[in-house]
């Protein structure tokens, strides 16, 4: 699926089972929640903080699919081509950072 497919498949997705899309200010808010969530998985499997009852069963991937939800659900209501972006985002980087991660030593240690 393309990233253009799936900004389709969530517009159809919301005409079918929503009622409309929530306004810009609460998918903002729901977008945050969901990058919490994932932030919750990453700092218990990945850092120092121990699991809470709460926490078993969370998984990640389903988590970050709800971020990448919502996100496209803001592109779509504000009208961007999110495909577009990304590649015009991917080739700006291509030509900032050609050089650059590669001569940081930080990176090597």
Same mark, same amino acid.
Request: charged share 35%; hydrophobic share 35%.
């Given at each position: 699926? /393309? ?25 903002? /808010?729901?977008? /945050?929640?969901?990058?919490? *969530?994932? +932030?919750?998985?990453? +700092?218990?499997? $990945? ?14 991937? *389903? @988590? ?13 209501? /504000? ?11 991917? *080739? ?6 050609? $050089? ?8 090597? @240690?």
């Amino acid at each position: 699926m /393309t990233i253009t497919q799936a900004q389709k498949f969530v517009d159809d997705w919301i005409q079918e089972h929503g009622v409309r899309y929530f306004n810009e200010l609460t998918n903002m /808010t729901m977008l /945050t929640e969901e990058v919490g *969530e994932v +932030a919750r998985i990453i +700092a218990r499997r $990945y850092g120092e903080q121990s699991f809470k009852k709460t926490d078993k069963g969370k998984d990640l991937a *389903e @988590e970050l699919a709800d971020v990448l939800f919502v996100l496209i659900c803001l592109a779509n209501q /504000t009208g961007i081509d999110l495909q577009k972006a990304f590649l015009k985002n991917i *080739e700006k980087k291509g030509k900032r950072d050609k $050089y650059r991660h590669k001569k940081n030593r930080k990176l090597r @240690e």
